[in-house]
């Protein structure tokens, strides 16, 4: 009955009156009043009167039950019997609102335009008394309300308990400009409501810890207990709107089981109990290696996932599932839907079969993965298909990609090994064989008309790294994989084995720098990998195209040549520039442009011709048999002709040679030419052309006759020839006005040489 009496306050809607401003008119006399008297019904004045009386009716019982309110929420003094007379009062004063309510549409003829100011009047006072009613009423109905809540949770019901403290909140937020006179009551409600809802939050807490446990161990252990009380449980939490929070700790808790059960070696259901006392167990095997998962293996995982999966639907997610709202809904998917299918995606991803041949059982996988999704779909905790639908329309794809990181991920770990780890390639011509295979008719008909030599294609006999063999033998592999697949694959394929060879130039100067820099070895075994991969980019193209289809061309890696090759010439230069810095630092330290002022300086320079002998023999021990033949002799012809330069130009820069020590540097250049060639000889009995090697070599020995010479053998050699095929006019004056003193003889010798 009260409720019937209180809800037209709730729902009432005041009239008002709309008009034309061109109609609206102000007469003498208002027409409502004089309309309703005419018919002795009910005039402003009365209906003004009326309003007042039970505005102050109701101003008085406000006050009076804010004071109990007080006494009761503030001072906590009972006192039932006074509030049972004040919620008499104020059903009393509900019914003469109520009918004042239903007399003032009645008696108020809104379509006569001259009444509108009495209406819009009527209008403002009745809101006022009506919006003061209203807190009146929800005063009243605070502390009924609460005695409901403490009521239901005494009998442990607590979605009944959460409901009524819903409703409650619901009334605070109808009220509308509270007076400062009623706001300390209003916070005393609240705090008492703060309690009730606390009492409440806690006990939910602890049938949730009570009910619903997991174990986390050698196995995953899951219970639920309590159907129908964990159903009530969390349609209270609904009202209290607190679910989110215990859905985080089942998403969490979900996480962990995930992750466990991904990356475990085996899982096994142990057990699985139905009844009110639903139970989960899973034993988990972490033992072994860390290794790829085989297909039995991930079936069965993704068998027990579906497992966990439906039993925490089935005993705890249906119950959260009752509430409609749509945040709630689009937050199962984000705590349980999203974690799930991404967590089986990556794991999908990580075990993708590296050979073609395993796919098959692989999509066999991934479609027993896209029933968990459909499952989710079905329950609710995925609002449209996810990733794994995505995955599986595009796993061939996937298997593409996959196929070509690890390739690179190989070769990355390749190139980063030990530099300094060789082994012998020995010369081959099998390339050869593809060039005539793939040779256009032209080139066989210039082929004929030309001699090349029987090793113009042969790749010389050295030393490469383990590194760059490993890293071949990957490309090969790459491609023969790529000849036997489909073509988009075919093409990747290509394209990641190019890309092995563009990871040698990047990474390896880069990674091993200071080997490079600073170790002969090093840098000649680098330079044979540049010049291996270069030969080998020749004829690699052409070798698998002849194994492809016409719809599957695998194009050539020619291009790869020039950059391969000028960068292993440009680390061995650097590094044979660095050698020559070495032995001209030798030279220089030797004092030789001293030796007009210190007669000890010739004895002293024989040191350092020795010194450099020993440097060069040292690099004839590293680079022989790493470098091919050619190129150790040319490498170290260079580095003796840089010796012979730099102590030709030393000697035709000094001022004054003695005799005795022209001898003693006759004897030092004599042992430099009986020396030398074994240190550019790859065989002992090897007859060598030094002047092939050592351009600077017939100017040496032409030193040797000059420091020994008289002025008219000087002259005579001049004259035909020898002498000045190596020495320049300049340098031959400057060695005789050195090695002979200043006479009339010396002066016609040296007007002779022109």
């Known amino acids: 009955a009260q409720s019937q009496k209180t809800v037209w306050i709730r729902n009432f809607t005041y009239p008002v009156m709309s008009f034309s401003e061109t109609t609206i008119k102000v007469p003498a006399k208002s027409f409502l009043v004089e309309l309703l ?155 008492s409501v703060d309690t009730e809802k606390c009492v409440i939050e806690k006990q939910l807490r602890n049938i949730w810890d009570t009910h619903v446990k997991f174990y986390f161990d050698d196995k995953i252990s899951m219970m639920v207990n309590g159907d129908r009380l964990l159903k009530d449980s969390v349609l209270a939490m609904i009202s209290l709107n607190c679910q989110s929070q215990y859905l985080c700790t089942l998403s969490k808790d979900f996480a962990v089981i995930l992750d466990k059960i991904l990356s475990s070696k085996s899982v096994l259901i142990d057990s699985e109990k139905e009844g009110p006392r639903n139970s989960l167990d899973i034993v988990l095997d972490y033992a072994g290696e860390n290794t790829t998962d085989t297909f039995e293996v991930s079936d069965k995982k993704i068998e027990v996932l579906l497992t966990v999966n439906n039993f925490l639907i089935t005993n705890i997610i249906v119950h959260f599932q009752e509430d409609s ?37 692989y999509r066999l996988v991934v479609s027993h993965a896209l029933e968990i999704e459909s499952h989710l779909l079905k329950n609710g905790l995925l609002t449209e298909p996810g990733l794994i639908s995505l995955y599986h329309d595009d796993i061939d794809r996937v298997f593409s990609q996959q196929q070509c990181i690890r390739i690179l991920t190989r070769a990355r770990e390749i190139l980063c090994l030990d530099l300094l780890k060789g082994q012998e390639v020995v010369g081959s011509t099998s390339g050869w064989s593809v060039i005539q295979r793939t040779m256009s008719p032209e080139c066989e008909d210039l082929l004929r008309k030309s001699i090349l030599d029987d090793n113009a294609f042969l790749f010389p006999t050295c030393q490469i790294s383990l590194t760059t063999k490993k890293l071949f033998d990957l490309v090969i592999e790459t491609m023969e994989t790529a000849v036997t697949s489909p073509a988009p694959f075919a093409h990747e394929l290509y394209l990641t084995a190019r890309n092995c060879i563009a990871l040698f130039r990047e990474i390896t100067p880069e990674f091993h720098k200071n080997k490079l820099n600073d170790i002969p070895f090093a840098a000649a075994l680098f330079q044979n990998d540049c010049y291996y991969l270069a030969h080998s980019c020749l004829t690699i193209g052409e070798k698998f195209w002849c194994k492809t289809s016409p719809k599957k061309q695998i194009q050539t890696f020619i291009d790869q040549v ?193």
């Open 325 to 361: 709202n749509v945040e709630n809904r689009d937050s199962f998917q984000k705590l349980f839907g999203n974690p799930l299918t991404s967590k089986l995606k990556d794991y999908l991803v990580k075990h993708v079969p590296s050979e073609v041949k395993d796919m098959d059982q």
């Open 37 to 191: 008297s005419l018919h002795g019904e009910l005039d402003q004045e009365t209906l003004d009167v009326q309003i007042h009386n039970l505005s102050s009716k109701i101003e008085l019982i406000k006050s009076d039950m804010v004071n109990e309110l007080e006494r009761r929420f503030m001072q906590f003094i009972p006192s039932y019997n006074k509030a049972f007379v004040l919620n008499k009062k104020l059903d009393n004063l509900l019914e003469e609102i109520g009918e004042l309510h239903h007399k003032v549409p009645l008696e108020i003829k809104t379509s006569i335009e001259t009444s509108s100011i009495e209406i819009l009047e009527l209008q403002t006072k009745f809101f006022e008394l009506s919006k003061n009613m209203k807190l009146v009423t929800v005063l009243r109905d605070i502390p009924e309300n609460l005695q409901r809540v403490s009521t239901l949770i005494a009998k442990d019901d607590i979605s009944g308990a959460a409901l009524f403290l819903k409703r409650i909140e619901d009334n605070f937020e109808e009220l509308e400009d509270v007076a400062e006179t009623e706001m300390n009551i209003i916070s005393a409600l609240m705090i």
């Open 562 to 754: 020039p950059s391969l090759r000028a960068l292993g010439d440009t680390i061995f230069l650097k590094q044979l520039s660095k050698q020559k810095s070495i032995l001209l630092k030798l030279m220089k330290d030797g004092g030789l442009h001293h030796l007009g002022n210190d007669l000890m300086i010739a004895t002293k320079y024989e040191k350092t011709a020795q010194g450099c002998l020993v440097q060069l023999n040292h690099l004839r021990k590293i680079w022989l048999g790493v470098l091919p033949v050619n190129v150790f002799q040319r490498s170290l012809g260079t580095l003796v002709n840089t010796v012979v330069d730099e102590l030709i130009n030393q000697l035709v820069r000094v001022e004054d040679i003695p005799a005795d020590e022209a001898v003693k540097l006759t004897t030092v250049l004599e042992m430099m030419i009986k020396d030398t060639p074994s240190v550019i000889k790859v065989d002992s009995d090897q007859n060598i052309d030094m002047m092939k090697f050592v351009p600077k070599w017939g100017k040496l020995k032409e030193m040797v006759i000059i420091l020994g010479a008289s002025m008219k053998q000087i002259s005579e050699r001049w004259c035909t020839g020898t002498l000045s095929s190596n020495f320049t006019v300049d340098e031959v004056k400057h060695l005789i006005r050195a090695l002979f003193q200043n006479t009339d003889r010396r002066a016609m010798t040296l007007s002779s040489i022109k």
